[in-house]
């Protein structure tokens, strides 16, 4: 079982960051953990962050055939990015949508998500643990899809 997790723009500075908004925690802790929980529950997990839509998008095209599920925090793109949802659509590979903020909860431009109606579920305001509610419902998703 094979799942990427895609991190968009500024998520590199966690940690950093608004960290009333977003955590203490930077992303490679995060994602640490998560590898650890996905070693765990017998899945692969790869990783990519980047500031850059197009190597989002490359990376999603890149994972047609060999990725079986896909957690995304498109960070901003999420609200401006057509392309990364027609990259999503063009793999067909089923995602969850997570948010470290509660987006409904924040200005009215974070409200609206070019990826929401596409995914499988989404999942914002719980802090990184949305990655681990994530990564529980990709493994059910996948062994119910046997
Ligand atoms: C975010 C929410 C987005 O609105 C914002 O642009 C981010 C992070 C979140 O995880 O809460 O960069 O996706």
Avoid at 10 to 27: A, C, D, F, V
Avoid at 108 to 123: C, E, M, N, T
Wanted: glycine share 6%.
């Amino acid at each position: 079982m094979k799942v990427l997790l895609v991190n968009g723009p500024n998520l590199n500075m966690l940690g950093k960051r608004e960290p009333h908004i977003y955590g203490s925690q930077t992303l490679e802790q995060i994602v640490n953990q998560l590898q650890t929980r996905a070693q765990s529950m017998h899945i692969q997990l790869q990783h990519v962050q980047s500031n850059a839509e197009h190597v989002l998008i490359d990376t999603i095209h890149a994972s047609l055939d060999s990725v079986d599920f896909i957690i995304i925090n498109p960070g901003a793109f999420t609200h401006t990015s057509v392309a990364l949802r027609d990259a999503l659509l063009s793999v067909n590979i089923p995602f969850i949508e997570v948010h470290l903020s509660n987006v409904h909860s924040r200005e009215p431009f974070r409200q609206h998500s070019y990826l929401s109606d596409k995914a499988i579920g989404v999942i914002c305001g719980l802090g990184s643990s949305g990655y681990d509610y994530a990564l529980m419902s990709a493994k059910q998703y996948l062994e119910k899809a046997k």
